[in-house]
């Protein structure tokens, strides 16, 4: 009997699974252009699957382990429709089409001009160039990048100004993950989008490395006192670790603990803080609708303070963002 490679079984998988929705579709009288339509359904049903996983193995943690209770609770309403908003609108959109439509541009682009197709697993060994340690690998870069996008999105006044609308949840939890602004979003996807092009992620592995990142950030937001043990907190970005970056007192440029998945950059670069205990969560600057208003007030909220912030910093450069 022949072993397929892993990547062949995966890819053999998805094309399976692909050709189930595309079945189901003709049977809905959805034929028409049913190839991309099947490659939305099926991305989004992934984006979907993956907050069922972070839902079952968050709310356990959030009931029976957590760090604090909240006497009223704030509704999570705008939260909830982040999510989905993310998982079935742009996640599929941005994360698979555009990508695989840039992928495809540049390597039809270097082919033109008889250029290599760029790509990470060309600098391992032949031997050593197994799918999962590809995987792996394209992982850990992307996650160094979205490190420094995060630590720059702290120092720069009108960017946080976007982003202080995920850091104005006073009450964190899992589904505070998913609370962004959609401009900041944008420059989140453009980011990572940039960085996979550079390192030659292929089309079809950029969106699962995404859910891993979506994963284990639901996870690192949750209200849970679990944290990793000494050597594990130091590689992997805990709860405990993650709420350090949310203290109430430690808003914009204060910031520390930028990692998304690894707190290893942290380590690396100096911004890491342990032991700190944090429990209150929040920014003190953030107006009212940036903290509990809907969805399309907290957006509008955060582009306010967007220009707030961005005029500030034209006038006194140095001061610190509030």
């Given at each position: ?320 963002a509030s």
């Amino acid at each position: 009997m022949v072993k397929l490679p892993a990547s062949s079984l995966t890819t053999l998988s998805t094309h399976s699974t692909l050709g189930t929705i595309q079945a189901f579709l003709n049977k809905l009288g959805l034929g028409q252009n049913h190839y991309i339509l099947s490659l939305w359904v099926f991305f989004a049903a992934c984006g979907v699957a993956e907050l069922c996983i972070s839902f079952l193995i968050c709310t356990p943690l959030e009931r029976f382990w957590p760090l604090t209770s909240w006497q009223k609770r704030n509704s999570i309403a705008a939260d909830v429709s982040y999510a989905f908003f993310v998982r079935i609108v742009l996640f599929p959109l941005i994360a698979y089409f555009e990508y695989n439509w840039l992928r495809q541009s540049l390597e039809g682009f270097l082919r033109i001009h008889d250029l290599a197709t760029p790509s990470l697993s060309r600098l391992l060994p032949a031997r050593v160039a197994w799918p999962t340690l590809t995987f792996v690998l394209n992982f850990a870069v992307l996650d160094l990048a979205d490190y420094w996008r995060h630590r720059i999105s702290h120092r720069v006044s009108w960017w946080y100004g976007i982003h202080s609308l995920h850091h104005a949840e006073e009450q964190l939890t899992f589904w505070s993950d998913d609370r962004s602004h959609v401009l900041e979003d944008t420059i989140t996807y453009v980011w990572l989008i940039a960085v996979a092009l550079v390192i030659g992620v292929p089309g079809m592995q950029f969106p699962f490395l995404i859910l891993c990142f979506r994963l284990l950030g639901s996870i690192s937001h949750a209200n849970t006192r679990m944290d990793y043990g000494w050597l594990g907190s130091y590689i992997f970005v805990s709860p405990q670790f993650h709420r350090t970056h949310h203290a109430l007192k430690a808003a914009g440029r204060r910031s520390t603990n930028f990692g998304t998945a690894l707190s290893l950059w942290d380590v690396l670069f100096g911004t890491a803080r342990f032991g700190d205990h944090t429990i209150e969560t929040g920014d003190a600057g953030a107006e009212p609708a940036l903290v509990n208003g809907s969805w399309g007030e907290q957006q509008l909220a955060g582009l306010r303070r967007m220009m707030r912030l961005g005029r500030r910093s034209k006038v006194s450069p140095t001061r610190t963002a509030s």
